[in-house]
């Protein structure tokens, strides 16, 4: 079954950085869309980052370009998603999702599965 287990999570202050892993299993890799999400309390979750597994598409919200990185290791089977220049509003709960092709971040595109989430808290 698939598995996704993310880690990096903590607590930063504003402008500093931090990198973000999801360790997945149970499927093979290569040829899946992979994404970061994020929900801060009483917000609706926001698609963050997307990349396609088998190739170089990369896909990032307005709100994180420049500043997050998303990559992955297939050799290791992992996602990571470096963030730098962290702001107070980047303060959320970051879940990695997977699934099949097509890749992108907007509501069309469906991630059905998820990682149960690590805390990332930005301080000013």
Do not use: F, K
């Given at each position: 079954q698939v598995?996704?287990?993310e880690s990096g999570g903590g607590s930063v202050q504003a402008g500093g950085s931090l990198r973000l892993s999801c360790a997945t299993s149970?499927?093979?890799y290569t040829n899946y869309?992979?994404?970061w999400f994020r929900q801060a309390p009483g917000k609706e979750r926001e698609a963050v980052a997307a990349i396609?597994?088998?190739?170089s598409s990369t896909y990032y919200a307005d709100s994180v370009k420049g500043r997050f990185t998303i990559?992955?290791?297939n050799a290791k089977n992992t996602l990571?998603?470096?963030?730098?220049?962290l702001k107070p509003e980047d303060t959320a709960m970051y879940y990695c999702a997977a699934d099949l092709p097509p890749c992108g971040l907007g509501q069309r595109y469906e991630y059905n599965y998820?990682?149960?989430g690590t805390q990332v808290t930005v301080s000013s």
């Open positions: 598995q996704l287990v149970g499927y093979t869309c992979m994404g396609y597994t088998g190739g990559s992955q290791d990571y998603l470096q963030m730098n220049s998820w990682g149960q």
